[in-house]
């Protein structure tokens, strides 16, 4: 078997939905707001999601994973009361009325000054994966989130981990902390292979006095302010053009037309000019392929340019 890793996307839910290790949690009604929640922060570009597949038709999503940013006060509240289910928790307020959840102003204000506070609020890996196949994917899954991540100006991580072993969490280099004694009495009632494991915690301080040469630490330390101040769509049309999707399938992604795909690729070489020599304008025939092929490695080079970015 072939595990490939990409940002998800929208047609991706319905399968996630169905291997998130808390789904025992939401019924019927409340699956269809999780997916609305999930949908929002992707499109809007605040969240940062990964899946990990098997390529077939259409792709069979194996493992998924999605973050998003939070004030500092609501991050510090959650690891105070290290309470189970947070993820339902932060779901229960979004469906509440009350957004949790930064959106691009404030996220990019905090990218650009003292950092983004972030939790993971749903993971899970396929429990029809063969067991040796489980940590593969869960390697892969763990890859494509600091992928997804990378380039962004961390300050702090908030992760409940559901059936990842500990020793898995402790390799990272992350703090491993138990759920506060009080919920004791609440998990009693978990189905043991649902239970909520720790929580899984770090700051950029934490890293900066351990840096080592683990990619999860480097996420929290590579950071430089981007120059080009890419708007929100085609952040993520160059988070999928540096997968390698091919340009039908980016429209059919973004559901624009393919005439309008083409206008967003001259905006975005028109925008990295400054730092590519790009001369726009020349975007079409084999000389365009050499523009989107320099653009791309731009980009791959330089992470922070796909997350927002507001210094005043």
């Given amino acids: 078997m072939k595990l490939l890793g990409r940002a998800t996307r929208p047609d991706d839910l319905d399968q996630c939905i169905d291997i998130v290790r808390d789904g025992f949690l939401y019924d019927k009604a409340a699956r269809a707001e999780l997916r609305k929640m999930w949908l929002e922060l992707i499109v ?10 098997e390529a077939s038709d259409p792709d069979r999503v194996l493992a998924f994973g999605i973050s998003a940013a939070i004030d500092a006060a609501r991050y510090d509240e959650i690891f105070a009361g290290r309470a189970p289910f947070a993820g339902k928790s932060m779901l229960d307020d979004w469906r509440s009325g009350k957004r949790p959840f930064l959106d691009e102003a404030a996220f990019a204000y905090a990218n650009a000054h003292d950092g983004l506070h972030v939790i993971v609020l749903h993971n899970g890996v396929s429990e029809q994966l063969d067991p040796s196949v489980f940590p593969v994917a869960l390697s892969a899954l763990s890859g494509s989130f600091i992928d997804q991540h990378m380039g962004a100006n961390l300050a702090a991580l908030i992760h409940e981990a559901f059936g990842v072993p500990r020793q898995f969490a402790l390799d990272l280099g992350v703090i491993v902390t138990d759920h506060a004694p009080e919920f004791q009495a609440r998990l009693a ?8 494991s720790y929580i899984i915690s770090f700051t950029r301080d934490e890293a900066a006095r351990h840096p080592g040469n683990l990619p999860m630490h480097q996420i929290f330390l590579r950071f430089t302010p981007p120059l080009c101040g890419l708007r929100a769509p085609d952040r993520r049309l160059l988070r999928l053009a540096r997968e390698g999707t091919p340009d039908e399938e980016i429209a059919e992604v973004l559901t624009i037309a393919p005439r309008t795909l083409k206008k967003r690729w001259a905006d975005i070489y028109a925008a990295l000019a400054p730092v590519t020599g790009i001369t726009p304008g020349l975007g079409n025939g084999r000389r365009g392929n050499e523009i989107r092929r320099h653009v791309l490695r731009y980009i791959r080079e330089h992470p922070e340019e796909l997350h927002a970015y507001r210094s005043i």
């Fill in 189 to 196: 009632d978990v189905p043991k292979d649902r239970m909520p």
């Fill in 44 to 53: 809007s570009d605040t969240g940062r999601s990964a899946v990990v597949f």
